[in-house]
């Protein structure tokens, strides 16, 4: 049975991948829990809580049950935030899961996955289930003990789902303000 309000997530527009061998997208990975954490590499929040916090995420979840994807979303500082500083910013602080390039939208607006997802900025941490609907999205630093709890728990419903069909979906959305601040920047 499906709670109202569960969207099924849409497909990432992707430019260029790191750390993964062939692209991905959620009809890959239908079957896996995926944690979607979307960031830029000049903001402090991202830096500082967001993408630490994944990659714990990355390091502690089995790879079969939680499939982890970076989304490097630029919607400020363009000429800066390349593909190739990216790519030096991924190898100097040893970040090992897979991290997309969001599809600029070619008038430097909003990159498209961003805009399709609606994030109001980054970091934005997106939980998608086993099914693919978008079962929490938020905006700014999260705790690590509640993501985790989370993300377990969509765990524990695929695999209740594997052995008997019952899924139960909650959905959790937060708002915050505009600018910059040590937790996020906001469009």
């Keep these: 049975?499906?709670?109202?309000g569960i969207l099924p997530a849409p497909e990432w527009q992707i430019s260029r991948w790191f750390n993964t061998p062939q692209p991905l997208s959620i009809a890959v990975l239908?079957?896996?829990?995926?944690?979607?954490?979307?960031?830029?590499?000049?903001?402090?929040?991202?830096?500082?809580?967001?993408?630490?916090?994944?990659?714990?995420?990355?390091?502690?979840?089995?790879?079969?049950?939680?499939?982890?994807?970076?989304?490097?979303?630029?919607?400020?500082h363009h000429n800066v935030m390349t593909p190739e500083a990216l790519e030096a910013f991924i190898h100097e602080y040893r970040y090992t899961f897979p991290i997309g390039v969001d599809q600029p939208d070619g008038k430097q607006g909003l990159p498209y996955t961003m805009r399709t997802y609606n994030m109001q900025g980054t970091p934005s941490l997106v939980l998608i289930d086993h099914q693919g609907y978008i079962r929490k999205h938020s905006f700014g630093r999260d705790e690590d003990m509640q993501v985790g709890a989370e993300i377990a728990l969509l765990v524990h419903e695929a695999k209740v789902d594997k052995q008997s069909g019952n899924v139960t979906?909650?959905?959790?959305?937060?708002?915050?303000?505009?600018?910059c601040d040590e937790d996020k920047c906001s469009i």
């Design 30 to 76: 239908k079957g896996k829990v995926i944690v979607l954490h979307s960031f830029q590499m000049l903001c402090p929040g991202c830096v500082i809580h967001g993408l630490p916090q994944t990659q714990k995420i990355a390091n502690l979840f089995d790879e079969n049950d939680v499939a982890v994807i970076g989304l490097h979303t630029v919607f400020e």
């Design 1 to 4: 049975m499906r709670a109202t």
């Design 169 to 179: 979906h909650s959905v959790s959305e937060e708002n915050s303000h505009k600018g």
